[in-house]
C-alpha cells in the first residue's frame, strides 16, 4: 500500500519510529541497525515500508533501504516466517551478512541470530539460497573474509553460469593455502563433478 514515506522522526523507542509526514504519526517497526540509520539523518528522511494488515490489527515495518526491504520480503516469503521474525533477523545481523550467510549454507550462523530456530534457518537457507542477491556482487563481508585467489575464482566460476552463492560456496570449500584461483577452479568443476 504504502511504498515509502517520508518526513521527521519525533520519537522512538526499541525496535520502532514515530515518523511525522504532514502531521500525521506513524508508527513504524524498524531493526535495530535501521533505527539507527534514521536516527543519525538529520532533517526530513525517507522510510521504505510494509503495510501489514491482520485480523488483529495492521502494522508498518520501515526500511532505511529499499534492499534492506527486498531481504525482509524474501524472508517473509519463507513458510513459518512472519514480518517481526524478519524483522529480528535484520536486527541482529546486516542485511549483507544475512544474505551471504543464507548464499553459502550457512545454518549454523544463521540459528546463532536470536529467535531463528535449527529448522527456521535450514528452511530458510533451502528456499532462499538461490534467490539472495548481493548488493553491488559479493558482500564486502565475505569478499573481505576470502583470499584475492578465491575471489577471482568465484568471478570465473559465476561467468561460466554458475550462481554466486553456489560459486562462493564452492571455491571456499576447496581452497587450500598456497592455491592459485586456477587450482580451485579445477578443484571446484571436480567437485561438480562428484
Request: glycine residues 10%; proline residues 2%.
Amino acid at each position: 500500500m504504502f511504498s515509502y514515506l517520508t518526513g521527521r522522526i519525533t520519537d522512538s523507542g526499541e525496535g520502532w519510529i514515530t515518523l511525522d509526514n504532514g502531521g500525521v504519526g506513524y508508527e513504524i517497526f524498524v531493526s535495530a541497525l535501521a533505527q539507527k540509520t534514521l536516527l543519525e539523518a538529520e532533517g526530513e528522511v525517507k522510510v521504505w515500508t510494509y503495510f501489514q494488515v491482520k485480523e488483529d490489527g495492521i502494522s508498518l515495518f520501515g526500511f532505511f533501504s529499499k534492499e534492506e526491504k527486498e531481504v525482509f520480503l524474501k524472508l517473509i516469503s519463507v513458510s513459518g516466517v512472519g514480518p517481526k521474525g524478519a524483522m529480528g533477523m535484520l536486527s541482529g545481523i546486516s542485511y549483507n551478512d544475512l544474505c551471504s550467510i543464507i548464499a553459502t549454507g550457512d545454518a549454523k550462523t544463521l540459528s546463532s541470530i536470536k529467535g531463528v530456530g535449527k529448522k527456521t534457518a535450514e528452511r530458510i537457507i533451502v528456499d532462499l539460497k538461490d534467490k539472495v542477491t548481493f548488493v553491488g556482487g559479493m558482500p564486502q563481508t565475505v569478499a573481505d573474509s576470502l583470499s584475492q585467489e578465491v575471489v577471482d575464482a568465484v568471478e570465473v566460476l559465476c561467468s561460466l553460469g554458475i550462481t554466486r552463492p553456489e560459486a562462493v560456496k564452492l571455491a571456499n570449500n576447496v581452497f587450500v593455502a598456497g592455491d592459485t584461483a586456477e587450482d580451485i577452479i579445477s578443484k571446484s568443476f571436480a567437485q561438480i563433478r562428484r
